[in-house]
């Protein structure tokens, strides 16, 4: 077999036209443009990259930004003033706080501090217990929920598919397993203690891979038709960037496979859109 591609970058485009078109559409009828803001603390040059991409996305569709560019030395007192004044900014419906903190700060108390109904990342407390109950508006993960799309886009029925995910992160690996739960899948997470990954992974119709290792699953691990999600993005020595499926020999026994890159990071920015938008529909206190 030979793999189909899942083309993240196309898809996600469509997805960006579309909340373009809803956004001039908000504009048509008086309504105010949809703001984010994004809070980038220290200089880490990988985070200023994805920032520099998130605020570019934003502006491709007609998104109000801003950013917030703490230096190193800020105090978590001060970031958390911080959030508390762009809860109560009427111009902002999405709040994204730029991951990783220094270790110094309390992740969680940060995120814990933005209002769900601005937690456009989906990584509050409240909104993933919404997603664990199957509760509806919810600002979801945007990790897992582009992967969702991009399933939704092979056409394949969900229900009663054995789907494994490998990597167990706050961010990635576990709301993916509630995601696929709640469409019907029957769940396998995977992490460092697992015994026999091989043959887990082999047993998966759906294989999501959130690991941070280069090439670390061949294809003889993955069994033949699988839908093959790479959510992993890796640097090798000669500077390329590689998932965490070895690539070639997957897509031969894979029916559908994402590239990488092009295949869910595309899908990750396109949701953070989709939610920035919900969100401002959640602050007219429409139903998201
Ligand atoms: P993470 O927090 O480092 O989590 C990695 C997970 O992999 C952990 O749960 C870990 O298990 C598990 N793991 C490590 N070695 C393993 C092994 N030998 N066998 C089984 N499981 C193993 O990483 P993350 O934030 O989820 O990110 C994972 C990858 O996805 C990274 O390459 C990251 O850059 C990429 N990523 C991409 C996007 C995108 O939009 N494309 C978004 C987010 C992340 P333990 O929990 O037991 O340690």
């Not at 105090?75 to 220094?102: C, E, F, K, V």
């Not at 509806?136 to 054995?162: N, Q, Y």
Request: proline residues 6%; contains cysteine.
């Amino acid at each position: 077999m030979s793999a189909r591609i899942l083309d993240g970058k196309t898809i996600s485009a469509d997805l960006r036209a579309g909340v373009k078109a809803r956004v001039e559409a908000l504009l048509a009828g008086g309504g105010r443009r949809p703001g984010l803001a994004v809070v980038l603390l220290g200089r880490d040059p990988a985070s200023e990259v994805y920032v520099r991409n998130k605020r570019n996305a934003c502006a491709q569709v007609g998104f109000y930004s801003e950013l917030h560019g703490l230096s190193e030395a800020s105090s978590q007192g001060q970031l958390l003033a911080l959030i508390d004044a762009l809860n109560a900014d009427s111009r902002i419906d999405g709040i994204l706080i730029q991951l990783p903190l220094p270790d110094r700060i309390d992740t969680e108390a940060v995120i814990e501090r933005i209002l769900p109904t601005k937690d456009v990342d989906g990584f509050h407390p409240y909104n993933i217990g919404r997603l664990a109950l199957r509760t509806p508006s919810v600002l979801r993960p945007c990790t897992p929920k582009g992967i969702m799309t991009l399933l939704a886009h092979t056409g394949r029925a969900l229900e009663g598919l054995d789907a494994v995910v490998v990597g167990e992160s706050d961010i990635v690996g576990r709301p993916m397993a509630l995601e696929l739960l709640a469409a019907r899948c029957t769940i396998t997470v995977c992490h460092e203690y697992t015994r026999d990954l091989a043959e887990k992974t082999r047993s998966a119709d759906v294989l999501v891979t959130a690991v941070g290792r280069p090439r670390f699953i061949p294809g003889d691990w993955v069994k033949e038709g699988a839908l093959a999600i790479d959510v992993g993005i890796n640097r090798t020595t000669d500077g390329s960037l590689v998932g965490d499926l070895d690539f070639a020999s997957v897509s031969r026994r894979a029916a559908w496979i994402t590239p990488v890159p092009g295949g869910v990071g595309p899908m990750t920015i396109a949701s953070l859109l989709e939610n920035t938008l919900q969100a401002a529909r959640l602050q007219l206190g429409e139903p998201g």
